[in-house]
Nanobody, 124 residues
Framework: QVQLVESGGGLVQAGGSLKLSCVAS????????MGWFRQAPGKEREFVAS????????YQADFVKGRFTISRDNAKSTVYLQMTSLEPEDTAVYFC?????????????????WGQGTQVTVSS
């Protein structure tokens, strides 16, 4: 059974940084794309970023504006989301996801498995 376990969320002031991690198990990590979504209170879940199996291709939502960087370490079966210049609007539960490719992970329909989520709160 595939499991995704996120960590690294927390409370940070506006302008600060956080690095999220997601450790995967249950199937060959390097064969699949990985991604991050988020869901803010009262809003639908939305795509944040994704990465191809080898890390050669990445995709980002427009609102990221170069502030977030997705990366992966296949030897550690881990995907990361480095977030900088955080804004109160980034407050949300962040979910790790896996699917066939980084490209197909830009939509929820491309997600095979979800993590439980980690809370990120940005104070003004």
């Amino acid at each position: 059974q595939v499991q995704l376990v996120e960590s690294g969320g927390g409370l940070v002031q506006a302008g600060g940084s956080l690095k999220l991690s997601c450790v995967a198990s249950g199937r060959p990590f390097s064969d699949y794309g990985m991604g991050w979504f988020r869901q803010a209170p009262g809003k639908e879940r939305e795509f944040v970023a994704s990465i191809s199996w080898g890390g050669g291709a990445t995709y980002q939502a427009d609102f990221v504006k170069g502030r977030f960087t997705i990366s992966r370490d296949n030897a550690k079966s881990t995907v990361y989301l480095q977030m900088t210049s955080l804004e109160p609007e980034d407050t949300a539960v962040y979910f790790c996801a896996t699917g066939a490719t980084g490209s197909t992970l830009r939509r929820e329909g491309g997600v095979d498995y979800w993590g439980q989520g980690t809370q990120v709160t940005v104070s003004s």
